[in-house]
Every structure is written in structure tokens, then in C-alpha cells.
């Protein structure tokens, strides 16, 4: 069983910044891509970002990219999100992802067998 817990979400302005954490145990971290996702009131959840096993490629979603950056450190068992440039459109619950298999970079939510408990980024205009 995997667990993935979420924190460093909260209350920002807009134009403000916030770094994600996702700390994931159960299985040999290293070798899965991972994601996360976001989801709004009233709205489906979405992709954001996806980093491969090793970190040599990201994926992200037209909305964010060149505000946020994925990133992972394999020896702290540990994804992160860094959010720059927030708008108030950012706001959501925010979700750490993972696949079923080590081949998989979860891009979209029928690619996730499992999801962290979410963190809430409000951001205020």
C-alpha cells in the first residue's frame, strides 16, 4: 500500500508563491513517475504537473507552465510543486498523485491508483 501525504498549501495573494510537498512511503519511491492534480469547487479534477522516475522530463498543463515547477528528491521519498506567479483561477485542492506501475507518469486521473489527502491553496486577488 502506498501513502502519500500532501503539505505546505494556505492562504496566499495573488502574484505570491507556495512549494507543495508530497512525502510518499509503501514502495520503492525512485522508480514510479508521480503527478499531481488539482481540483476546484463545481469543477473536475485536472492535471498540473507529472515528473518521471528520474526527473529528466516534467509535463505540465498549459495553464501552469512557466509558473510552476515539479520537482523530486528520490532520497527524501519526497515530490514537490513550486508555485510561482499564483492567480486566483490556482485555487483548489491540490493532490499528490501516483500510477499503478513504474512505467506510468500520471498525466491524467484514470493513469492515478493513488491519491494523497489534498491540500487546500487559496489565492486571494
Known amino acids: 500500500q502506498v501513502q502519500l501525504v500532501e503539505s505546505g498549501g494556505g492562504l496566499v495573494q495573488a502574484g505570491g508563491s507556495l512549494r507543495l510537498s508530497c512525502a510518499a512511503s509503501g514502495r520503492t519511491f525512485s522508480t514510479y513517475g508521480m503527478g499531481w492534480f488539482r481540483q476546484a469547487p463545481g469543477k473536475e479534477r485536472e492535471h498540473v504537473a507529472a515528473i518521471t522516475w528520474n526527473g529528466a522530463r516534467t509535463y505540465y498543463a498549459d495553464s501552469v507552465k512557466g509558473r510552476f515547477t515539479i520537482s523530486r528528491d528520490n532520497a527524501k521519498n519526497t515530490v514537490y510543486l513550486q508555485m510561482n506567479s499564483l492567480k486566483p483561477e490556482d485555487t483548489a485542492v491540490y493532490y499528490c498523485?501516483?500510477?499503478?506501475?513504474?512505467?506510468?507518469?500520471?498525466?491524467?486521473?484514470?493513469?492515478?491508483?493513488?491519491w494523497g489527502q489534498g491540500t487546500q491553496v487559496t489565492v486571494s486577488s
Open positions: 498523485a501516483a500510477p499503478p506501475t513504474s512505467l506510468t507518469v500520471p498525466i491524467a486521473t484514470t493513469q492515478v491508483r493513488y
